[in-house]
């Protein structure tokens, strides 16, 4: 007998876990007076820096911000060209602006929705960039050894966005760990997170250390300014959230594989909705669980009536956006197109029980496409 999901209360696409153990860590910076880029924030960097196995971790306002401190302490800027994908969250092409360069889209990959490495190499050679900004989106980390070789070829600089995949590997090697740099974002959908925030990783001391005094001018010495920087840092009141975070982030991933499963072994008889895929040399944390179905319309409002949250990651192309277009995009990139119109995410979060899944799996079991 079904339950009458109509009744239940529910199910949001994303629910962030705050522990109690956050709230006194919150409450400690309170009392101290201290807010702003001391104790807390260090003893973030460091416990993210070893939780990656790198060298370097620089804390950050934001994963937006984080990506244009990345480029900006590798030496992108005016004039440079970044390859990335048309198809994420368009802090990663704004970054490349906010830097002074310019962003080169690229196609992505139907199965996986990342940065498809031949669109890459095309994209390379025909506008002579300098950079790639591979996004491992949704939690699924990028084809790196393909990717690889192109960067290695053309002698690029690779940032990795990782702000939708902490704890996501490739071939045994943690994202954040692959590249000259790479960045992760805390915002409350993330895997973990500190509100808003960010982390530049790196295991270049040079970049590191550009990379401090873009995000905080008096790293140096106080009124003694080294580079022209920017006022990025992150507060105690959010790393103070960040530490014990990190700690169930493994356990709180975990989470998230196993309620994936339990879906795509629910959906995989139904010919009209293409679950997410996970390569063999991939380890998938699903920051978002993403299908692909049409009519996708009807299934929303499907679900909506059925109490089961979802949401469209992305109705639109990066360079398809207003702003875009007045800066002269114009091009075509006709897999992320065809995404835009059939992709919609699911809950998929830790904080949903066994019966939530169910109930989210039963709701788009009962939807009847016309």
Not at 122 to 148: C, K, N, Q, W, Y
Request: glycine share 8%; charged share 20%.
């Amino acid at each position: 007998m079904r339950l009458n999901m109509r009744t239940a209360a529910k199910i949001p696409i994303a629910h962030p876990i705050i522990g109690e153990e956050e709230r006194q860590r919150v409450l400690e910076v309170l009392a101290s007076g201290t807010l702003v880029a001391d104790r807390m924030v260090r003893e973030f960097e460091e416990a993210f820096a070893a939780y990656l196995g790198v060298a370097h971790a620089v804390a950050t306002s934001s994963g937006t911000t984080g990506l244009q401190v990345a480029l900006e302490a590798l030496g992108i800027g005016a004039g440079d060209r970044v390859v990335t994908t048309p198809f994420t969250f368009a802090a990663t092409s704004h970054a490349i602006l906010h830097a002074g360069a310019r962003p080169v889209f690229a196609d992505v990959d139907p199965s996986t929705y990342n940065l498809d490495p031949h669109a890459l190499e095309e994209a390379v050679r025909r506008t002579g960039a300098r950079a790639v900004i591979v996004v491992h989106l949704f939690g699924l980390p990028s084809d790196m050894a393909a990717i690889g070789e192109v960067v290695r070829q053309h002698n690029l600089l690779l940032i990795e966005d990782c702000a939708q995949a902490h704890g996501a590997e490739f071939r045994g090697r943690k994202v954040g760990t692959l590249g000259h740099a790479a960045v992760f974002s805390f915002y409350p959908t993330k895997n973990m997170t500190t509100g808003e925030g960010g982390m530049v990783v790196t295991d270049d001391a040079a970049v590191a250390r550009r990379a401090r005094l873009l995000v905080d001018p008096r790293a140096a010495e106080e009124y003694v300014y080294d580079v022209i920087g920017h006022n990025f840092r992150m507060t105690d009141v959010a790393a103070a959230m960040g530490v014990p975070q990190l700690r169930r982030l493994d356990a709180h991933n975990a989470a998230r594989r196993r309620n994936a499963r339990r879906l795509t072994g629910a959906f995989r008889d139904l010919e009209w909705l293409t679950p997410p895929v996970e390569p063999g040399d991939a380890y998938h944390v699903y920051t978002q669980y993403t299908v692909r179905v049409r009519p996708r319309e009807g299934l929303m409002a499907h679900l909506s009536r059925e109490g089961v949250g979802c949401k469209i990651y992305y109705p639109l192309l990066i360079p398809q956006t207003p702003a875009y277009r007045r800066l002269g995009f114009d091009a075509t990139y006709p897999v992320g197109e065809t995404l835009t119109r059939e992709v919609l995410s699911l809950p998929v979060h830790p904080a949903l029980s066994a019966d939530d899944v169910a109930r989210v799996a039963d709701a788009v079991r009962s939807f009847r496409p016309a």
